[in-house]
């Protein structure tokens, strides 16, 4: 029921933040954050690398360990998530980011991420555009990724449509 429920809080605050409007972003490269935001970007950006680099056991100290990570073929947990990625059945290659925002809610902190991902997916490759909503729980003083939302694109950042594309 937990899991439900924070699943149901990470979509509508995204739901929220896209009711306001939707705005052209600075792109990434250009963007600048506060120190408090600044620490989430980077923490955010380790994740990305460490999956890069298959790194189970690098990312079990950052994932909380009731964290649900919710793919497009349905959602697992922090085990399921760290063995498929230790593994390489689920490998995040690369993350093209273009923009980055962070919102503080309470003590949680939500980073939404407008992202190209490149993944290992068996023997193939796949490129998918991605809005990625991480939320992040600050637990005893450190930042924990509680949640991992990817949602399809349809369009990249300069408005034309894009495409998932499989490179075996």
Do not use: C
Not at 38 to 67: C, N, S, T, Y
Not at 136 to 154: C, D, E, P, Q
């Amino acid at each position: 029921m937990k899991k439900l429920l924070s699943i149901i809080t990470v979509l509508s605050l995204t739901l929220s933040a896209l009711a306001q409007g939707f705005q052209t972003p600075t792109p990434y490269a250009e963007q600048t954050w506060s120190d408090k935001e600044k620490e989430l970007v980077d923490l955010q950006q380790k994740v990305w690398d460490l999956m890069a680099a298959k790194d189970a056991e690098g990312l079990r100290p950052i994932f909380h360990p009731e964290a649900m990570f919710v793919h497009m073929g349905g959602y697992w947990g922090t085990e399921q998530e760290l063995q498929s990625i230790g593994s390489g059945f689920l490998w995040y290659k690369k993350a093209e980011i273009f923009h980055v925002d962070v919102k503080f809610v309470g003590d949680d902190a939500l980073v939404y991420s407008t992202i190209t991902l490149t993944a290992g997916l068996g023997a193939n490759e796949v490129i998918t555009p991605f809005y990625v909503t991480s939320l992040f729980k600050k637990v005893k003083g450190k930042w924990m990724l509680g949640s991992f939302v990817f949602t399809t694109r349809i369009s990249g950042p300069d408005g034309n449509k894009v495409r998932i594309e499989h490179i075996n």
